[in-house]
């Protein structure tokens, strides 16, 4: 499934997107949770769920993103 939401967004790290994932994981969503409501809500795989929560908390960054969505062809 493609995702929903453009490169400018990705980009910008106060998206309403990436707040969205933030004040999930500050309620404690799990991982699984939070990945499988990207996937829902903005599209994209497995992968590409992981990687925007982690793009949101910090663990990584933007570029790695963009690198493996560019390398599927995003």
Do not use: F
Not at 25 to 47: F, K, M, P, W, Y
């Amino acid at each position: 499934m493609d995702l929903k939401v453009g490169r400018s967004t990705l980009l910008d790290s106060n998206a309403v997107e990436y707040q969205w994932i933030r004040m999930m994981a500050s309620e404690g969503c799990t991982r699984q949770v939070i990945n499988a409501s990207i996937q829902r809500c903005l599209g994209g795989d497995a992968q590409t769920a992981d990687l925007l929560r982690k793009v949101a908390t910090k663990q990584c960054s933007v570029n790695e993103l963009l690198t493996t969505l560019e390398s599927q062809h995003y």
